[in-house]
């Protein structure tokens, strides 16, 4: 005789249930409407999912929708997948000049433009103070800097978005050849 099987939380579980068939249990899962979404917009998601943002509550807050119109997403998308790619091929504890050198060779492979070692000069009461070297820009829309190191530190965030002030470029990415390719997005 087949019963079926009501969990106390079924409100929240409305479309498992379980039968018992003889002595032994068998458990029928029908595919709850949230999932059956993600599946059919697996792609999207994907892509979602490879492209940067700044951080977990920031998505949270705005929404899906919200994050996959970020400004140069796919600017930043394809220099992510590249240095993914380096970090796979290379893996970790090499030198930052390793993996710049290493970038570069990718990046001109995907055929994306950028100029490497880029001097911007910071002024104070029109008077220039300093200057600083980007790591690589590209196209006047980012501005990458690299790390290899065990993981990122917040004096690295901070480098960054001055070097977006100073530079009057909007979207930097942060970038760390570590144990595991590590990257942060940060808009200024």
Same mark, same amino acid.
Do not use: C, W
């Given at each position: 005789?087949?019963?079926?099987?009501?969990?106390?939380?079924?409100?929240? +579980?409305?479309?498992?249930?379980?039968?018992?068939? *003889?002595?032994?249990?068998?458990?029928?899962? @029908?595919?709850?409407?949230?999932?059956?979404?993600?599946?059919?917009?697996?792609?999207?998601?994907?892509?979602? +999912?490879? $492209?940067?943002? $700044?951080?977990?509550?920031?998505?949270?807050?705005?929404?899906? &929708?919200?994050?996959?119109?970020? #400004?140069?997403? @796919?600017? $930043? !998308?394809?220099?992510?997948? !590249? &240095?993914? $790619?380096?970090?796979?091929?290379?893996?970790?504890? /090499? +030198? @930052?000049?390793?993996?710049?050198?290493?970038?570069?060779?990718?990046?001109?492979? %995907?055929?994306?433009?950028?100029?490497?070692?880029? &001097?911007?000069?910071?002024?104070?009461?029109?008077?220039?103070?300093?200057?600083?070297?980007?790591?690589?820009? /590209?196209? %006047?829309?980012?501005?990458?800097?690299? #790390?290899?190191?065990?993981?990122?530190?917040?004096?690295?965030?901070?480098?960054? +978005?001055?070097?977006?002030?100073?530079? *009057?470029?909007?979207?930097?990415?942060?970038?760390?050849?570590?144990? !595991?390719?590590?990257? #942060?997005?940060?808009?200024?």
């Amino acid at each position: 005789m087949e019963r079926p099987f009501k969990p106390a939380s079924s409100h929240l +579980l409305p479309h498992i249930h379980t039968n018992i068939i *003889g002595h032994s249990r068998q458990i029928n899962f @029908e595919i709850f409407p949230t999932v059956n979404t993600i599946l059919n917009r697996r792609k999207e998601i994907k892509d979602f +999912l490879a $492209t940067d943002f $700044t951080d977990y509550t920031e998505i949270k807050r705005q929404g899906f &929708a919200k994050m996959v119109d970020l #400004k140069y997403r @796919e600017l $930043t !998308s394809e220099i992510i997948n !590249s &240095a993914q $790619t380096v970090h796979t091929q290379l893996g970790y504890e /090499f +030198l @930052e000049k390793i993996y710049h050198n290493s970038l570069l060779i990718e990046l001109r492979k %995907r055929n994306i433009s950028f100029e490497e070692q880029k &001097a911007y000069t910071v002024e104070y009461d029109n008077n220039i103070v300093g200057e600083f070297f980007a790591d690589v820009v /590209f196209d %006047r829309k980012v501005i990458v800097e690299l #790390k290899a190191v065990e993981k990122l530190n917040p004096l690295f965030e901070a480098q960054l +978005l001055n070097y977006l002030k100073a530079s *009057g470029i909007e979207v930097g990415l942060l970038i760390n050849f570590g144990h !595991s390719l590590q990257f #942060k997005r940060m808009v200024f």
